[in-house]
């Protein structure tokens, strides 16, 4: 999962060196230098757009023409979940662990003490 994960606040530019083709941890592939395709290309100009804008609605769109690129062309396709443990006390109601974070508060607006 690697650069997938998001910071608090969840931000895609945390994922900018392995979603970029030429980043160091590119997944497709590693330190690549070029040239690129023409969807490479494309990719690499709209991750550079996501970290340079400041306004939210125009960050957020190069982010999803970018997301739409790399769903179109598949670079990457994971094929491997870490196993993980999630602790609780039997007290929880509701509690449905995921394999993202956060893990286990993902839904905590339905989570219950019961008796």
Known sequence: MLGWQS???PD?????NALMP???????FPKETGPFTDWEERLRQLIARNASEIELPARQKAFWQAMRIWSEYLPEIDLV???YFVGAKNRIGNLKPSALPTYTYWNIEELYFAK
């Open 7 to 9: 910071g608090t606040p």
């Open 12 to 16: 895609p530019v945390v994922s900018k």
């Open 22 to 28: 030429g980043g160091e941890q590119y997944y497709a």
């Open 81 to 83: 979940g870490s196993e």
